[in-house]
């Protein structure tokens, strides 16, 4: 396990003789960036504009487990017009199950608005912040001409994201679960991720934060995979 990924640039500075992957994959969040406060603390805060106070605790322990027992964000489907509204729609239940687990839908007058006002706020720099490991690293792969693709079990508002924390010029490829009929750590997904790149398992590495999504996922395709413990 790696606890910052500095930890493999400076491996292969100091060993010259490891094979230079071709392609690192990278997980998005808890891997590149984080957020700033819990997800039940973020719901919370902008339930308050629209009268609505709630257990933060209670809150975020209902989300983690609704999103847990959720089915994968996984649709197949590459027409945007026709995948962002599948997506608002996975979000928008997970947000609703969790605030009826805790007895708390109902005290709002129009939920799809309050919900709307969240999941654009996710697309935004704002909740966000990117680990201080992470740029160094990223300049220094590209200058050793490796290129840098991201994985995730996330949705399209990744690319928005990508651009809010001006990352986005560091990636030659993004492959979302959403778009795709299968997610992390099912092999498929990090098949299509490197055809993106022409490139064969053996001559990649993956970087992300979940034992079972990231390190196991990767290993089972082929690729060589690093597990990354962030902080809380």
């Known amino acids: 396990m790696i606890t910052v990924i500095r930890d493999l640039a400076q491996e292969l500075q100091q060993k010259p003789h490891l094979d230079k992957p071709q392609v690192i994959f990278f ?42 027992a959720s089915p994968a964000l996984a649709f197949g489907e590459s027409d945007l017009s026709k995948l962002q509204p ?30 709307q006002l969240l999941y654009d ?33 996330f949705d399209s508002r990744l690319h928005h994201l990508l651009v809010a924390l001006e990352l986005e010029n560091y990636f030659q490829s993004v492959t979302l679960s959403s778009a795709s009929q299968t997610a992390k750590p099912e092999t498929p997904i990090f098949q299509q991720a490197l055809a993106k790149h022409q490139s064969q398992p053996h ?9 079972r999504e ?17 902080p809380g």
């Open 121 to 153: 706020h996710f697309a935004t720099a704002q909740p966000w912040f990117i680990y201080e490991d992470v740029i160094p690293c990223l300049n220094y792969w590209q200058n050793q001409n490796v290129e840098l693709g991201i994985i995730s079990n």
């Open 203 to 211: 001559q990649a590495w993956h970087i992300g934060d979940s034992f």
């Open 86 to 115: 599948l997506e608002f729609d996975w979000w928008q239940a997970i947000a609703s199950q969790s605030f009826q687990k805790i007895g708390a839908l109902e005290q709002f007058e129009d939920f799809t608005a309050y919900f």
């Open 214 to 230: 990231d390190y196991q996922g990767a290993e089972r395709a082929g690729l060589k995979a690093f597990l990354i413990e962030r």
């Open 27 to 68: 997980d998005a969040m808890g891997t590149l960036f984080g957020l700033r406060a819990t997800v039940g603390e973020i719901y919370a805060a902008i339930a308050v504009s629209f009268g609505v106070t709630v257990d933060i605790s209670a809150l975020n322990a209902a989300f983690l487990d609704t999103f847990r």
